[in-house]
């Protein structure tokens, strides 16, 4: 994905979201990977536990250094938008159906969206730092009733920023997803 011609800081994508799952990973670092080794296999594991606790499933968001995950509402291709700002977006949260903001380390300068295992798009190039990232969610009441076909959309607002925990802004009814 290239930056579009509107924008050159907007990012558009249609990504897998393999387990209900999209990552935005720092380009060299963000979430361990596996070498067949046990000790490896027992720092992802440990890694995955701390994105994906239950705090995390409860917002849709997991953290964890240098990596956030997205939890989808549907297990298929759902169109993202990844945006970079200089400053936090002044925009009308109503509009979504559940926001969250958290923070995402990038040292590299680098972000990558990936979606299942290696599977990566073209990554996005930031000026080095800490970033707050507002997630928001839109059309996850659109879902038919086996969660296949659906109108769901996402969209990520990265900005320089301090870091902190990540806080629920406007929460949608978690039974409906």
Request: glycine share 8%.
């Amino acid at each position: 994905m290239q930056p579009s011609q509107a924008n050159p800081n907007r990012y558009d994508y249609e990504v897998f979201a393999d387990y209900h799952q999209i990552m935005l990973e720092d380009c060299a670092g963000g979430m361990p990977r596996g070498d067949g080794t046990e000790k490896r296999s027992e720092e992802v594991n440990e890694a995955i536990s701390l994105l994906l606790d239950a705090q995390a499933f409860a917002r849709h968001v997991g953290d964890y250094p240098g990596a956030l995950c997205i939890l989808t509402a549907r297990n298929m291709d759902v169109p993202l938008t990844v945006e970079v700002y200089t400053a936090a977006p002044q925009d009308d949260l109503t509009v979504w159906d559940h926001v969250v903001e958290a923070s995402l380390d990038v040292p590299s300068g680098c972000v990558q969206v990936s979606a299942g295992v290696n599977e990566y798009a073209p990554e996005i190039r930031l000026a080095a730092g800490t970033y707050r990232a507002r997630v928001y969610f839109g059309g996850v009441y659109t879902l038919s009733a086996d969660g296949m076909d659906g109108s769901d959309h996402y969209r990520v607002v990265l900005w320089p920023g301090a870091a902190g925990d990540p806080v629920v802004l406007r929460a949608a009814d978690s039974d409906a997803w």
